[in-house]
């Protein structure tokens, strides 16, 4: 993570993103840093997922564990890490039960009614667990749902590359290797989770 300082040095930021505080500006840039390390072609929900992975967890790491080891901000890098793959347990769950309904290809009305339930129910834990805002998902908006998960897919997994808070470096070298130039990098991710055994049910 001391890279973290020299690659800061060597990338200004813009000033809006300079005047953060320190956790999540750090986050910030080591998700953008990410991007400038890998990128799959065709999947944007992997490569924003991954660098969510990246900045977050990294974050945790560098104020729990690094250079910016700090107990305050290290609670803070936790919380916002769980609140973030939280959020996105309930996301993909409405994501998941909204392409039942689809599949099953019901009345368009029926249809319209079951969305709208679901939204309301990831609306209402969203709410009740502050996780975000309702209006993130009600009334149901399917555009915003899917750009939402683009930041949010499949992050459990992610985590369980480098549970705790330490150095997540090894795990996201792993991860470049595995999926660049994958056709589905999300298969990758699955195999190097399942090889640590907590691949993400579901």
């Given at each position: 993570m001391i890279m973290f300082f020299v690659v800061l040095l060597l990338h200004p930021l813009l000033s809006v993103t300079a005047e953060e505080q320190p956790v999540p500006l750090v986050a910030t840039v080591l998700h953008e840093l990410f991007h400038q390390t890998l990128y799959v072609p065709g999947e944007p929900a992997f490569n924003e997922s991954a660098a969510t992975f990246a900045g977050d967890r990294g974050a945790v790491a560098f104020f729990?564990?690094?250079?910016?080891?700090?107990?305050?901000?290290?609670?803070?890098?936790?919380?916002?890490?769980?609140?973030?793959?939280?959020?996105?347990?309930?996301?993909?769950?409405?994501?998941?039960?909204?392409r039942r309904v689809y599949a099953s290809q019901p009345e368009p009305a029926a249809r319209e009614r079951a969305r709208e339930w679901l939204a309301a129910a990831a609306a209402g834990s969203l709410a009740h667990y502050h996780?975000?805002?309702?209006?993130?998902?009600?009334?149901?908006?399917?555009?915003?749902?899917?750009?939402?998960?683009?930041?949010?897919?499949?992050?459990?997994?992610?985590?369980?590359?480098?549970?705790?808070?330490?150095?997540?470096?090894?795990?996201?070298?792993?991860?470049?290797?595995?999926?660049?130039?994958?056709?589905?990098?999300?298969?990758?991710?699955?195999?190097?989770?399942?090889?640590?055994?907590?691949?993400q049910s579901g």
């Open positions: 729990c564990d690094g250079p910016g080891a700090d107990a305050s901000r290290c609670d803070r890098a936790r919380r916002g890490w769980d609140r973030t793959r939280a959020r996105g347990r309930i996301l993909t769950r409405l994501a998941g039960k909204l996780l975000g805002d309702a209006s993130d998902v009600d009334p149901p908006n399917n555009a915003r749902l899917l750009g939402a998960l683009l930041y949010a897919t499949r992050l459990d997994d992610f985590e369980a590359l480098a549970p705790g808070d330490g150095d997540p470096g090894p795990a996201l070298r792993d991860l470049v290797a595995a999926a660049r130039g994958r056709a589905d990098p999300f298969a990758a991710l699955a195999a190097l989770a399942a090889s640590r055994g907590k691949l």
